[in-house]
C-alpha cells in the first residue's frame, strides 16, 4: 500500500494517506451454472404446474399399450401419457396409470369412458385404420359428472356414441333380441337417423332391453304415439293370407335394424324426453295395429282335422278379422270314447263393433254374453276353412248357417273353464262325407237280387208265350189271322225285352260300368282329398321323386 503526503493545513507533515480499495467483480465463468439452474428450476416449476392428476385404468389385456409410449387422445389432443402397466394381484387385468395433463383433470371424473384405439372391423364400420402407421392410443369419452374419480374401466369396443353427439337415447322392451346388435342402424321413413347403443337380458329373464340412440335434430320425430318395431332384412311370413314379403335396405339384411313412425290410430305426441320407455314389437303390422283393448276367450270343439291350424291364426268374421286362435289341443270324451280337438281362441269385441269397457254405452260382462246366446241361436257358427290352397293353412271362419242346430246357447267348455262357441264341419268335409254316403248306398244296392227277379219273370213270360201258341195252332188260321199278326209283334217284343233284361245285356253292363265308374270317382276323390290335407305342398312341386 502506497501514501502520499498529505498536504491538508491540517495533517501533519509527513504523515500517510489511507484510501479504501475497489469492489471485487466475479469471473463470467459463474454466469453459465447460474443461468443453467435457473432454467431447470423454471422448468420443474412449469412441470409441475402442467402436471395433471394420475388415474389408473384397467384393461384385460395390455395389447397394443406400451409405458412412456402409447398417449391419451382426446379429438386428437394429446391430454396424457402411460407412465406404467401393472398385473393385477390375481392376474385377472392389467393396471395402466396414466398422467394427465394439467388442463384436463376434467376428465377424471366418474362417467368418463376410455378405450384402446386400434384397427378394428365390427357391424357399426371399419375403424382406427390410421393406428396402423402411428400405433394405438387411448381414446376418452369426456363424461359430465361433477364427482372426481381416478380408477376406471376400461371398455373393450369403442362406444357407438360419445357423449359430444347431440341427440337423445331410448330404451325399448322386446321378447328377444332378433337380429340386432351393437350398431344396428335405426330407421325414421327408411332413412339412417341413429343406431343401437347397448342391449341386455330382463332381470327375469323374459325378455331383453334394447338402447338406442336417434341423432339431433331427427330425435324430436320420436314421440308418446310413436311405434317401434323389428326391420330386419328379410321378413317372410307364411299363414292363411299367403305368403307375405317385405325388406328393407341392403344393410340391414346383414345388421337387422329398427324403425319406427308415428301410429296412424293415435292423436299427435309431444315429444318424448330422454330414455322414453318404448315396446318394440315384431314387425310394422304389429306395431301399428289398433289397438283392440281387452279380449273375449272362448273354446271351440272341432271333430274334424286341425291340419294345417296353427296358433295366431285369423278368427274372421265375412272378411273381418276380428280375433286369433291361441292354443290348440285334445281331448278325450269318456261318454263317447272318442277325441276332440279343443281350439281356444280369443275375441276382440270392439272389433265387433261393440264399446270397450269403461266407454259410454259399453256392455257388462253379463249383457255381452246374453248377446253372444241370441247371435249362437239365431245360427251363428264356427266353421274351419282353408285359407290357402297351396299352402294348406288354415283359419276359423264365423258366419250365420241357415239349417244349423240350434242350441240353447253358448255352453261350458269341459276341461277349459271357458264358454264354448259352437261348431260346424267345414264345407269340405261336408261334401266328402255325402260323396261317402252315395257310396255306401250304392254299394248296399241289391243288383244280384233284382237280376235274379227279372230272370225269373222273363221265364214265366217264355212259358205263357208258349201257351199261346199252342193255343193259335188250334185255331183256324182263317178265322183269326189278326191274332197270328199279334202274336208274331209279341214275340218280337218279348225277344226285345229278353234281351235287355238278360244278365249279359248291353244296358246291364252299362249300368254296372256306370255305377263301378261312380265307386271308383268317389274313391279317387277321398284319396286325393286325404292326400292334398297331408300333403298341399304337392300342387306346386309335384309328387316326390319317392312316391311315383
Known amino acids: 500500500m502506497t501514501t502520499k503526503p498529505d498536504t491538508s493545513p491540517d495533517s501533519a507533515p509527513g504523515e500517510p494517506v489511507r484510501r479504501r480499495p475497489s469492489r471485487w467483480l466475479p469471473s463470467l465463468v459463474w454466469l453459465i451454472p447460474i443461468v443453467a439452474a435457473i432454467a431447470g428450476l423454471s422448468f420443474?416449476?412449469?412441470?409441475?404446474?402442467?402436471?395433471?392428476?394420475?388415474?389408473?385404468?384397467?384393461?384385460?389385456?395390455?395389447?397394443?399399450?406400451?409405458?412412456?409410449?402409447?398417449k391419451v387422445r382426446y379429438k386428437d389432443v394429446d391430454i396424457g401419457l402411460v407412465k406404467s402397466i401393472r398385473l393385477a394381484a390375481d392376474r385377472s387385468h392389467v393396471i395402466a396409470e396414466v398422467e394427465l395433463t394439467s388442463d384436463a383433470s376434467s376428465f377424471a371424473v366418474e362417467d368418463s369412458r376410455f378405450w384402446v384405439v386400434k384397427p378394428r372391423i365390427a357391424a357399426s364400420g371399419v375403424s382406427g385404420l390410421g393406428t396402423l402407421l402411428s400405433g394405438a392410443y387411448i381414446g376418452v369419452d369426456a363424461g359430465r359428472s361433477q364427482e372426481r374419480e381416478d380408477s376406471f374401466t376400461g371398455?373393450?369396443?369403442?362406444?357407438?356414441?360419445?357423449?359430444?353427439?347431440?341427440?337423445?337415447q331410448f330404451v325399448l322392451h322386446a321378447g328377444d333380441l332378433g337380429s340386432l346388435d351393437i350398431g344396428s342402424p335405426v330407421y325414421f321413413r327408411r332413412v339412417n337417423v341413429g343406431q343401437v347403443v347397448a342391449y341386455d337380458l330382463d332381470q327375469n329373464g323374459k325378455g331383453v332391453t334394447v338402447r338406442v340412440f336417434v341423432r339431433s335434430p331427427y330425435d324430436t320425430f320420436v314421440t308418446t304415439s310413436t311405434r317401434f318395431w323389428h326391420s330386419s332384412g328379410v321378413n317372410l311370413k307364411l299363414d292363411a293370407d299367403g305368403l307375405k314379403l317385405q325388406t328393407e335396405s341392403i344393410s340391414t339384411v346383414l345388421l337387422g335394424g329398427v324403425s319406427f313412425i308415428d301410429s296412424p290410430h293415435l292423436p299427435p305426441g309431444r315429444a318424448a324426453q330422454d330414455d322414453a320407455v318404448f315396446q318394440l314389437a315384431g314387425n310394422q303390422d304389429e306395431a301399428?295395429?289398433?289397438?283392440?283393448?281387452?279380449?273375449?276367450?272362448?273354446?271351440?270343439?272341432?271333430?274334424?282335422?286341425?291340419?294345417?291350424?296353427?296358433?295366431?291364426?285369423?278368427?274372421?268374421?265375412?272378411?273381418?278379422?276380428?280375433?286369433?286362435?291361441?292354443?290348440?289341443g285334445i281331448e278325450f270324451d269318456r261318454a263317447t270314447n272318442s277325441f276332440r280337438l279343443p281350439v281356444v281362441v280369443d275375441f276382440y269385441?270392439?272389433?265387433?263393433?261393440?264399446r270397450r269397457p269403461g266407454e259410454p254405452g259399453a256392455l257388462s260382462a253379463d249383457a255381452e254374453r246374453r248377446l253372444?246366446?241370441?247371435?249362437?241361436?239365431?245360427?251363428?257358427?264356427?266353421?274351419?276353412?282353408?285359407?290357402?290352397?297351396?299352402?294348406?293353412?288354415?283359419?276359423v271362419a264365423i258366419d250365420f248357417f241357415?239349417?244349423?242346430?240350434?242350441?240353447?246357447?253358448?255352453?261350458?267348455?269341459q276341461g277349459q273353464g271357458l264358454d264354448e262357441f259352437p261348431t260346424i264341419p267345414g264345407a269340405f268335409d261336408e261334401l266328402q262325407g255325402k260323396l261317402a254316403d252315395i257310396v255306401d248306398?250304392?254299394?248296399?244296392m241289391p243288383f244280384d237280387t233284382i237280376g235274379r227277379d227279372l230272370s225269373t219273370a222273363l221265364a214265366g213270360m217264355r212259358e205263357t208265350m208258349a201257351s199261346a201258341d199252342r193255343l193259335v195252332k188250334r185255331?183256324?188260321?182263317?178265322?183269326?189271322?189278326?191274332?197270328?199278326?199279334?202274336?208274331?209283334?209279341?214275340?218280337?217284343?218279348?225277344?226285345?225285352?229278353?234281351?235287355?233284361?238278360s244278365a249279359d245285356a248291353p244296358v246291364q253292363q252299362d249300368l254296372r260300368r256306370a255305377l263301378q265308374e261312380l265307386m271308383r270317382t268317389a274313391n279317387s276323390l277321398r284319396q286325393l282329398t286325404d292326400y292334398l290335407e297331408e300333403n298341399p305342398q304337392s300342387l306346386l312341386r309335384g309328387k316326390p321323386e319317392e312316391e311315383r
Do not use: C, H
Open 44 to 70: 420443474a416449476i412449469n412441470s409441475w404446474y402442467a402436471r395433471g392428476p394420475t388415474i389408473d385404468i384397467t384393461f384385460r389385456s395390455a395389447e397394443g399399450i406400451e409405458a412412456g409410449k402409447t
Open 155 to 168: 371398455l373393450e369396443v369403442p362406444p357407438i356414441v360419445t357423449a359430444d353427439t347431440p341427440g337423445k
Open 288 to 328: 301399428l295395429r289398433v289397438e283392440d283393448g281387452p279380449s273375449t276367450s272362448t273354446v271351440m270343439y272341432f271333430e274334424q282335422s286341425v291340419r294345417g291350424l296353427s296358433p295366431g291364426a285369423p278368427v274372421d268374421f265375412r272378411g273381418v278379422v276380428i280375433g286369433a286362435v291361441r292354443s290348440i
Open 349 to 354: 269385441p270392439a272389433r265387433l263393433g261393440l
Open 372 to 395: 253372444m246366446d241370441a247371435l249362437v241361436r239365431r245360427g251363428m257358427r264356427a266353421q274351419l276353412r282353408n285359407g290357402n290352397l297351396l299352402t294348406g293353412q288354415m283359419y
Open 402 to 413: 241357415k239349417g244349423a242346430p240350434l242350441p240353447a246357447g253358448m255352453g261350458r267348455g
Open 441 to 444: 248306398k250304392i254299394g248296399k
Open 475 to 501: 185255331l183256324d188260321g182263317q178265322v183269326a189271322p189278326e191274332i197270328m199278326a199279334t202274336m208274331e209283334d209279341a214275340r218280337k217284343t218279348l225277344k226285345a225285352a229278353e234281351g235287355t233284361f
